[in-house]
């Protein structure tokens, strides 16, 4: 006979790596967040902490939100109000909340983002949960498609402008090149205490 557990460990019956809501962000609502990459000084994207520019890994310009941002409040409380739903329904995760600046990425021909993960040392330890709006219109690009590494399945992200699609850090994913025109995407991360 199997000794069984001094406990019963609590166990995810919905977990995904990841899932998304489609068009959860109104037209309007992606209008105003690309006027706010428009308005906002930009700068070359960066791969860590140290501010590391490395063209190898990853192209693209971006700018930055703070979550105090008073005039954006509307916008981060939609979206942080998405990140609980999912988290409830997926993850069950410990969060806190934004923490770190909302990042706003613009890739145009040639750029691109390889395989990563949003989850490493420093800063980027306390984030559970990616969040990627899809904020251009798929008739603008060609290329910059948003996929996932589950196990050897490379799965697409819709492309369909507003959406959002939630994520564990941890999970691998990256911005295939973009070969025509541009696209634009707006990112988050909810932090909490280190996974332990």
Known sequence: M???????????????DACWTEGYFSPEEVAVISGIFDAKDKKNAEVS?????????????????????????????????LAMQMNHQHYHFDLMGFYEPIQIAEYGIDDFFEWHTDFSNGAASTRKLSLSVQLSDPSEYEGGDLQFKINTEEINAPKTPGTVIVFPSFVAHRVTPITKGKRRSMVGWVTGTPFR
């Open 49 to 81: 902490d140290q501010g590391e520019i490395r063209p190898d890994l990853r192209k693209s310009t971006v700018a930055f939100l703070q979550p105090g941002e008073k005039e954006y409040k509307d916008i981060l409380f939609k979206l942080a109000n």
């Open 2 to 16: 199997q000794e069984q557990l001094p406990f019963i460990p609590p166990v995810l019956q919905h977990y995904m």
